[in-house]
């Protein structure tokens, strides 16, 4: 089974049409992968689907605010209890 970080890079890869090795931990969504406002958006919901048979959860506006790079991701993934 996949880890959290290569479900989460996949899907990142899928909505910001990059390549998997430029998406690391440190990589920064707006600086490193080039994503947009809208492009954010589109991720969230992307990651929503993606675990929502893992536990059900909700990336809120003031969660997303938050999140810049993939490990925020995996930080928020990981108190959701996705692990």
């Known amino acids: 089974m996949a880890s959290t970080f290569e479900r989460v890079r996949d899907v990142v890869v899928a909505q910001l049409k990059v390549k998997p090795d430029e998406v690391t931990p440190e990589a920064n969504l707006v600086d490193d992968l080039r994503a947009d406002s809208l492009d954010i958006v589109d991720l969230t919901i992307a990651i929503e689907e993606a675990f929502q048979g ?29 692990a």
């Open 54 to 82: 893992d536990a059900e959860f909700e990336i809120r506006d003031e969660d997303a605010e938050n999140i810049h790079t993939i490990q925020d991701i995996l930080d928020f993934l990981a108190q959701q209890g996705i």
